[in-house]
């Protein structure tokens, strides 16, 4: 057994010889390429951040004497790091301040890599009579005209939901929530819905799911993570997108009492089980959605906004839907037609930290704040 060093600059072509996967040559080639970049008239407020992103990477910023104790208010520093670290850096910077967003933005642009891209908006159709929000029930007609409203307003999917899944509801049979919802996807069917906005059905019940999903329906929005083997079936063999939400019990019992030892923790290893899951079933395309208030306290929904960031590392659009939930009242006492400002606080929050798809009720408000967010963030 021998040691021999290899140079940088031919790790690709020693990577090939040993017939590596074409994939894998471009992973571990990003790797062995060291890229240094000089930031200069940095505050040091930013330096101290962009040091610990780095050095959490793998990476690191080389910085003068005296930043750590903010002797000066602007530094230059150098940025080093290979080619993956420092893609990873930039997307992080992404959401954070002192005009580290801009250095993201610039660092992914001579990387060659795009930005990502604007959140989606979820627009929430229920047709139900007992949804704790009354202006999301829709039966019927009125449920694709809203839709029509929905997609005018900006809405880039819509979910639609025939039972409700508010803490305390019952679950109703399954024939009975297929009966609320044909109607409607029977007219969805019959227009150019379809091809304007993607369609998703929040269900976990295999029949509801299959309907939907044989009549042109992409994403099954399951609240239980695929927990039903026949529903992960019908979802695979449509190629239909999932969502994988976590939830502490069922909606009639989730707000008794929910405790947790670590819940950012918990809804990680939860969300590594059930990915596994959807693999084991042949489901490649997934989101993921942290629950908010399905099973959770006021502590661990403001944890999970803040932490959300942590459950990006598993590759996936992670969904976040705290439209006017009652975790709003606990910070701001409101009933739920007052907590559109809670709801928009909360959903830039998640957006800050990486959510790629927001799920609300109000979608002309909620693409109206993403779009002025977006354009402060540009300049900062």
Excluded: W
């Excluded at 910077?93 to 930005?115: I, N, S, W």
Aim: glycine letters at 8%; a neutral charge; charged letters at 25%.
């Amino acid at each position: 057994m021998r040691l021999i060093r290899v140079m940088p600059g031919d790790l690709p072509g020693y990577l090939e010889r040993l017939d590596v996967e074409p994939q894998g040559v471009t992973i571990m080639a990003k790797k062995g390429e060291l890229l240094l970049f000089a930031i200069k008239d940095m505050s040091v407020g930013a330096a101290n951040i962009l040091k610990q992103d780095a050095l959490s990477l793998g990476a690191d910023l080389a910085v003068p004497k005296g930043v750590v104790v903010c002797a000066k208010e602007r530094v230059e520093g150098l940025l080093i790091g290979t080619r993956r670290q420092l893609e990873r850096l930039a997307r992080k910077e992404l959401a954070q301040p002192f005009g580290l967003a801009k250095v993201g933005r610039e660092l992914l642009d001579h990387l060659g890599q795009p930005p990502p891209p604007p959140p989606k908006i979820m627009g929430i159709i229920n047709a139900t009579t007992d949804s704790f929000y009354p202006q999301s029930r829709f039966l019927e007609e009125a449920a694709v005209e809203a839709m029509e409203q929905m997609v005018e307003d900006g809405a880039d999917i819509i979910d639609l939901g025939g039972m409700s899944s508010r803490p305390g509801s019952k679950e109703i049979p399954e024939e009975e929530e297929l009966a609320r919802v044909r109607p409607i996807i029977d007219a969805i069917a019959k227009s150019d819905l379809g091809k304007r906005v993607e369609l998703s059905i929040d269900t976990y019940r295999p029949k509801v799911a299959a309907y939907a999903l044989e009549r042109g329906f992409a994403i099954l929005n399951d609240i239980t993570a695929l927990s039903n083997d026949e529903t992960a079936r019908i979802a695979a063999a449509h190629g239909a997108k999932v969502v994988l939400m976590h939830m502490q019990g069922r909606p009639e019992t989730m707000q008794h009492n929910p405790t947790y030892r670590d819940v950012v923790d918990e809804v990680a290893q939860f969300f590594a089980q059930r990915i596994e899951r959807a693999h084991a079933f042949g489901i490649q395309e997934l989101i993921l959605d942290p629950g908010i208030g399905f099973g959770k306290n006021l502590e661990d929904n403001l944890r999970l906004i803040r932490d959300l960031a942590h459950f990006r590392r598993f590759g996936y659009e992670l969904l976040v839907g705290a439209s006017r939930k009652s975790m709003i009242d606990r910070i701001h006492p409101a009933p739920v037609h007052k907590r559109l400002g809670g709801t928009l606080a909360i959903h830039l929050a998640a957006i800050e930290r990486g959510a790629s798809i927001i799920r609300c009720h109000d979608v002309f408000q909620h693409k109206q704040a993403i779009l002025v967010h977006r354009a402060i963030r540009e300049l900062i």
